[in-house]
């Protein structure tokens, strides 16, 4: 009998991409399925960055680039964040990497082991807390709460960090909730953190292009006196509509850079180049279809919270960001979120994901994406109603 090392047994997965397979087997069989799962938008990428990537392979880009990314696009980062945010970012900070989990996997990487402790949001991506037992290391899950409209709470951050604590995961906007954290709480977490200098920080910043009502996405590299411990993630496939280009890019302290480095040429090599070109494109050219995008999401958004709060048994807190709702369903009955969230599928044709496949802290919870269109939202929606009503009178 063949046996693994141990390690392998703690990864956990995604279970968005297993509803969506389950899913696209029930379409198979001929049903009419709605995907409200997975978090891609459902735009296409626009046409100036298809044809900048099409152009470099044209041009014979097609070949090995340097592992960290090509000088152009880490310059093009560094512009476009001092573009939005006013802050001064070294390009040869700036990482390029194939997605935005090849940060989380090397920002994990680094600080887990068996003894240390790491901090992530809970509800959060799953792929925090799976990757963190992967290393040994010990989650420690913030709790991500309703009342505090899914934003982190400082103060409840801060009393979890231990002498082993190594690492703390941020996510604003979030996924699943779509919470957005106010600046004043980071300045209250970030002014704690200076009586914790052991402890680095990575900011998943992925949805910073999608805030509503208002609010403003408030970056953790505006804080000097932690960028000698921040790690951020961030890169195009929400924005750009790119998630399947695979390409993310992450902002490194000095002192560990050259250890991502290292990591990068062991394990992916380097980003495709032509994708790299397209990248530039994206943050160079025109950003009125990121306009338009989060536009639409804004409408879809309207939408989704008016219809989930008219659902029996459901209400659901408006979100301030990314393109997710995170209702609480717990007035519904049912058991658990997830037999609810399989039986919507299954029954009602409907995808959604089960609080609890992100987190301890998402019973009672579920997400949908309403990166589809309006019209199937509102069917969905109907859907739901009708599948609620109905298991109500049984």
């Known amino acids: 009998m063949l046996t693994t090392v141990a390690a392998f047994d703690r990864i956990g997965e995604e279970n968005a991409f297993a509803v969506l397979a ?101 509800p959060g991506f799953p792929i925090y807390r799976s990757m963190i037992e992967h290393t040994g290391a010990t989650p420690v899950a913030v709790p991500i709460r309703e009342e505090n409209g899914f934003a982190f709470s400082a103060e409840e ?17 979030a996924n699943p909730t779509g919470g957005v954290t106010p600046k004043a709480e980071i300045d209250k977490l970030v002014k704690g953190l200076a009586a914790h200098p052991h402890v680095a920080i990575m900011s998943d910043e992925i949805y910073d292009h999608f805030v509503f009502d208002g609010e403003q996405h408030q970056t953790l590299l505006a804080y000097p006196e932690i960028r000698d411990r921040l790690i951020l993630l961030n890169g195009w ?8 280009w695979r390409l993310g890019y992450s902002i490194w302290p000095q002192a560990l850079y050259d250890q991502v480095r290292k990591l990068s040429v062991n394990a992916w090599s380097c980003v495709n180049a032509a994708t790299q070109y397209a990248g530039i494109a994206a943050l160079e050219g025109p950003q009125q279809p990121v306009a338009d995008m989060v536009s639409e999401f804004n409408a879809r958004r309207r939408i989704v919270v008016d219809g989930l709060n008219a659902l029996p048994g459901v209400s659901c807190a408006t979100p301030k960001g990314a393109f997710y709702a995170f209702p609480n369903v717990s007035g519904t009955g049912w058991r658990s979120a997830k037999a609810l969230a399989s039986a919507l599928l299954e029954e009602a044709g409907v995808a959604v994901i089960g609080g609890p496949d992100f987190g301890i802290h998402g019973e009672g919870y579920i997400r949908l994406s309403y990166a589809n269109s309006a019209d199937n939202i509102r069917i969905a929606l109907d859907r739901m109603g ?5 298991r109500d009178a049984a």
Not at 166 to 173: A, C, E, F, Q
């Open 157 to 173: 951050t801060l009393a979890l960090i231990t002498p082993a604590t190594r690492l703390l995961i941020i996510n604003s906007p």
């Open 386 to 390: 009708a599948f609620l009503a109905r």
């Open 237 to 244: 496939s929400k924005t750009y509509a790119m998630t399947g």
């Open 22 to 122: 389950r899913a696209t087997v029930l379409a198979g069989q001929g049903k009419d399925i709605i995907n409200l799962g997975i978090g891609q938008p459902d735009f296409r990428t626009p046409e100036h960055i298809v044809e900048a990537a099409v152009k470099a392979l044209q041009d014979g880009q097609h070949g090995y680039t340097p592992s960290v990314g090509i000088l152009p696009l880490r310059e093009a980062v560094a512009r476009d964040l001092n573009r939005r945010y006013g802050v001064e970012v070294d390009p040869g900070l700036v990482m390029i990497v194939p997605g935005g989990k090849v940060t989380m996997y090397a920002a994990i990487r680094l600080f887990g082991e068996p003894g240390a402790e790491i901090l992530y949001p809970d």
